[in-house]
């Protein structure tokens, strides 16, 4: 279905680890999801949408419970992507025969009408000669949430990123804070002081400034369920990404890379005025405890916490323990305003 000439449609928690908290639930989020039906059985509604940003053509997908509905408004949830695969694998995976992976079935049957895009370079994005580093991605955002707030007629909505996707969302709600209601911010690095891999990432600093693209092949796909040294995620994950990832071909861009290893910190924590939630993993080895700590002192906004979730590593999505990460953001979206008077 074509809805005009720049944009086209095809319809289509061991229990939370509340390891840092610091405020209160300062107020509520432009609307609550307790009262959706949360069954299984409930048929989900999917659609592929694109956005321009100048030249370029960017691929959003959604899923809600049931086709949208002009008269039905639902709470808003955008899942940005990461550095080494795209929206549909990091939040729509299917993993056959080991249960659900999928953040955006989960959050649409918890009520939210839920969105992910592939960033420029990225899955089925357009491919360019740009490195898509994290300012450019602030750029697809904007481009992207001017499709969402067309189709939902929502001015407002709640993001959630994860590792690089997490300095992308933090970035967009310093530049758009009208956009923003609630942020999340999964295995999110800051100044990057005391990773070891990042650390060991920017020993090809070099290499990042000279070459716009990295290589990305199975093993590479594989060590990102490794490196932090536990048993955290279920082999077969990484073999399913990889076959997904893999159809898109064997570089990805370097730009989340370079500025990571050499422009951190890219977020100002006294500039994100949205309520926030970080989220990291007891074994991360990019997101360290002192460098969130830090951040969370910094931000301006009293509706503020830090969970620890307890033996999970750096790529919550797909951790054993992925129920943890699914309580406690559908817990910080779901909050109850403070009284008054």
């Not at 895009?117 to 740009?130: K, L, W």
């Not at 405890?289 to 951040?295: E, H, K, Q």
């Not at 969970?307 to 797909?318: Q, R, W, Y």
Request: aromatic share 10%; proline share 4%; hydrophobic share 40%.
């Amino acid at each position: 279905m074509t809805q005009d000439t720049n944009f086209a449609r095809r319809t289509f928690l061991k229990g939370t680890g509340l390891g840092v908290g610091f405020g209160l639930f300062g107020r509520c989020a432009s609307a609550l999801a307790q009262n959706v039906p949360t069954d299984a059985t409930t048929p989900l509604w999917s659609g592929e949408y694109w956005a321009k940003k100048g030249e370029v053509s960017l691929y959003l997908y959604r899923k809600r419970l049931g086709q949208p509905d002009a008269n039905e408004k639902r709470p808003v949830l955008f899942f940005v992507h990461g550095s080494s695969i795209s929206g549909r694998s990091s939040f729509d995976l299917a993993v056959p025969g080991q249960g659900e992976y999928s953040l955006m079935n989960v959050f649409a049957r918890y009520g939210f009408d839920v969105w992910t895009m592939d960033h420029e370079n990225y899955g089925r994005s357009a491919r360019t000669s740009g490195n898509s580093d994290i300012a450019s991605g602030v750029e697809d955002l904007a481009a992207a949430t001017d499709v969402v707030m067309r189709e939902t007629g929502q001015a407002r909505m709640h993001f959630a990123g994860t590792s690089s996707g997490a300095i992308r969302a933090g970035a967009f709600a310093m530049k758009h804070p009208e956009r923003v209601d609630r942020l999340v911010l999964g295995a999110f690095t800051y100044t990057g002081e005391g990773s070891p891999t990042l650390q060991k990432r920017a020993e090809q600093t070099a290499f990042y400034r000279a070459n716009n693209r990295r290589k990305r092949d199975r093993a590479m796909i594989r060590s990102i369920f490794t490196r932090d040294g536990a048993d955290t995620t279920d082999p077969a994950v990484a073999e399913a990404l990889a076959d997904y990832e893999l159809q898109f071909g064997n570089e990805v861009p370097t730009g989340t890379y370079l500025d990571m290893t050499a422009n951190l910190p890219l977020v100002d924590p006294a500039k994100v005025k949205a309520p926030v939630l970080l989220i990291r993993g007891e074994h991360d080895g990019i997101a360290t405890l002192d460098d969130l700590v830090s951040f969370l002192k910094k931000l301006p906004n009293g509706d503020r916490q830090l969970t620890i979730l307890p033996g999970a590593a750096h790529s919550l999505t797909f951790d054993r323990n992925r129920y943890r990460f699914w309580h406690a953001i559908n817990a910080f979206l779901n909050v109850t305003p403070l009284a008054k008077g």
